[in-house]
């Protein structure tokens, strides 16, 4: 544990300038990010005694060993260089929102030849529209259903479209009038296109416009006696009243407003969020996290903010934001959302009226998440602190194993070895930490030899990060292990297990545990499970340590492993797939994907491309003489697989039918 003051920085050395600062501990890690208006003042008040400080600011500043900091100009690019940086070293002492759920969202692929309507989760894609989150995927495919009635967009997967397009026929929704079928061209991809943007408007809640537009539309039917016409435009009206419904009207003043709203203890908080559009609440989403760092209410609105919007731009940033505390830099914040937004934007806390009533409802949401997630977090602590004591007192441990690491040799019949590394922390699995490996050093199937060699090199990449902190400097480093100065991001092999679990017996134990001696690693622990009997085994030990049945130490212990033998098969077999789907242009020199495939669509097939001569080759847009050429050598010293043979007649068949470039079947390369 460090004293602050061996690395407090020198008096006048501190610029009084807006700014941002990192602490990094004695691995040059970056532990912790923050921004000041002075930089001055701000780091002289981590640099007191520490009995005075806040237990939480008193352990990070004890962790870190040094401090440094980067000047910038105003306050709104201090606000935009902290989010960056907490993103990219990911701190350890920074509160970090975590979502409780992956949420659903309305989206349409507008950067689609063919608007497609569809529910997504995961990581916003740009050129597509996003309405939500929503707290469950029935909620969007109930809205989808009644608006498609009157925007009959596409709601298909390609595969499907790709299908009806080439067989000539809609698929059900194309008939039951759901769907527009493009994919016949009973519309034009711009027609299809404005039923896409008229779909977004009345999500966007431009609902108004188009309702009376719809009763116009109605009367003039009926006044001309086309009375199907008008029931038809009624049910319609109907059906988009009948989704207007499921969201119910919550600002009289048709406001777009984001509503955020904080429940915390003194370890814990949860920030939840409505978004109003329209008037009406069209999303809802919630976060929870550790309160790792001294944080007060605005602080937790300020990085929920940060959070919320900072990859978001354009009507994505309503033109309204409602919180329960104003941040410190309530300017710079405002200032920075007006920039992502593109215009102005108010930050306040609501007062009175409909909006207070409505944050009153946000701030119960978030009471009532915070204790759902202390209640299962409670039970999970308890089962993963008893299983972790069962693991220490069962291999004679020093302490709980905070950390364990899994390793795990897969392969088929000896081809495309492979080997996974999985990381659990505190009996939870940390899957940024885990890793593959392709074994190197020899051909064939030996999973005794592979897991020493595995374990060998992840080790040796741990004396290599502490080589370059001055832990460990043997005399015979090899040249060229060390790597790059340290940035601060988190690394690869950073950070050393309590305990190494290998799956397999007695020989693959003693493998990983020579591994550890040759390179002299000795405060690590090593077993291993082997999967007839889930045995424990330990190196030198002839008998193996019987965990019951009912232990959570072994139930955690077999999660490790079933983990790292997933993990394993899935490298395996995309690895074996990629072989498998090999092609001979693969192996052309400055021959790329889309070359590839140009020539492959040109000729129908590889096999007929290897017939054709030079100048048919120049022919296909794209590929001069000199690749041309390249391509013909190529395919020449190609040896082709034998001809395909139909395992249920047994008939030898005949490569005519075109293959997309770097595909093939499983009998080879040829195509």
């Not at 392969?411 to 590394?421: F, I, K, P, R, T």
């Not at 592979?450 to 990060?465: A, D, I, K």
């Not at 043997?474 to 799956?503: I, M, S, T």
């Amino acid at each position: 544990m460090a004293d602050p003051s061996s690395y407090r920085p020198k008096p006048g050395q501190i610029p009084d300038s807006p700014g941002v600062y990192k602490f990094r501990d004695e691995h040059r890690r970056v532990i912790y990010v923050g921004k000041a208006k002075s930089l001055r003042q701000r780091l002289a008040s981590y640099f007191q005694d520490v009995a005075n400080l806040h237990p939480r600011t008193a352990t990070m500043v004890t962790t870190a060993a040094s401090v440094e900091w980067t000047v910038v100009s105003t306050e709104v690019e201090a606000l935009q260089l902290e989010y960056s940086w907490i993103k990219e070293y990911d701190p350890r002492f920074n509160v970090k929102y975590r979502d409780d759920k992956s949420y659903p969202s309305l989206a349409v692929t507008m950067n689609e030849e063919f608007p497609r309507v569809q529910v997504m989760r995961g990581p916003k894609k740009k050129g597509v529209r996003y309405f939500g989150p929503y707290g469950h995927a029935w909620a969007i495919r109930e809205t989808v259903d009644l608006m498609l009635r009157v925007f009959p967009v596409r709601t298909c997967s390609a595969g499907v479209f790709k299908r009806s397009a080439q067989i000539g026929r809609p698929c059900l929704l194309g008939y039951i009038g759901k769907c527009s079928a493009p994919c016949v061209g009973r519309v034009t991809p711009d027609e299809h296109r404005e039923l896409a943007e008229d779909f977004c408007d009345f999500m966007a809640g431009r609902t108004g416009t188009y309702l009376t537009r719809l009763e116009q539309e109605m009367h003039e039917a009926a006044e001309d006696m086309e009375y199907e016409k008008a029931a038809r435009l009624r049910d319609d009206m109907g059906a988009l009243r009948r989704a207007m419904e499921k969201n119910a009207v919550v600002l009289a003043d048709a406001t777009d407003a984001d509503l955020v709203a904080v429940a915390e203890d003194e370890l814990e908080a949860a920030v939840q969020i409505f978004h109003v559009r329209g008037g009406r609440v069209r999303g809802q989403r919630g976060w929870v996290t550790d309160k790792v760092e001294a944080v007060d209410t605005a602080g937790l609105v300020e990085h929920a903010l940060q959070q919320l919007y900072g990859e978001e731009k354009g009507e994505a940033v309503p033109k309204e934001v409602l919180v329960p505390a104003l941040p410190e830099d309530t300017a710079a914040l405002t200032e920075w959302l007006a920039e992502r937004r593109g215009s102005q934007v108010s930050l306040r806390i609501p007062q009175r009226g409909d909006k207070k009533a409505l944050m009153e409802t946000v701030h119960r949401n978030a009471v009532q998440s915070l204790a759902l997630h202390k209640t299962k977090r409670a039970g999970d602590l308890t089962t993963r602190s008893r299983a972790l004591e069962e693991i220490a007192e069962a291999l004679e441990l020093d302490g709980a194993p905070l950390r364990i690491e899994c390793f795990d040799i897969s392969h088929l019949q000896g081809d495309d070895v492979v080997a996974s590394m999985v990381v659990f922390e505190d009996g939870l699995a940390r899957k940024s930490e885990y890793r593959r490996f392709q074994i190197k050093s020899f051909e064939g199937q030996d999973d005794v030899r592979s897991m020493h060699e595995v374990v060998s090199r992840r080790f040796r990449r741990y004396l290599q990060e502490k080589l370059k902190t001055g832990e460990w400097s043997p005399e015979d480093a090899e040249d060229g292990e060390v790597a790059a100065e340290d940035d601060g991001r988190p690394k690869r092999f950073a950070y050393p297990p309590q305990l190494v679990v290998v799956d397999g017996g007695q020989p693959q134990v003693a493998a990983a545990k020579r591994a550890l001696e040759e390179l002299g690693v000795d405060d690590v622990a090593v077993c291993g499970l082997a999967k007839r009997l889930e045995e424990v085994w330990l190196p030198g030990e002839d008998d193996p340590v019987v965990l019951p049945r009912t232990s959570e130490g072994l139930y955690l212990l077999q999660r490790v492993r079933d983990e790292a033998h997933r993990f394993a098969i899935q490298y395996q077999r995309s690895k074996r797939g990629k072989r498998l789907k090999a092609s001979p242009l693969d192996d052309v020199p400055g021959l790329g994907e889309s070359r590839k495939q140009a020539l492959v669509k040109h000729f129908g097939s590889v096999k007929k491309l290897r017939q054709a001569t030079i100048d048919q080759i120049c022919e296909v847009p794209g590929i001069g003489r000199k690749t041309a050429e390249t391509v013909a050598a190529a395919l020449a010293h190609a040896v082709p697989a034998g001809p395909a043979v139909n395992t249920a007649t047994g008939e030898i068949m005949e490569d005519e039918t075109p293959a997309p470039a770097g595909a093939s079947s499983e009998r080879g390369t040829e195509q």
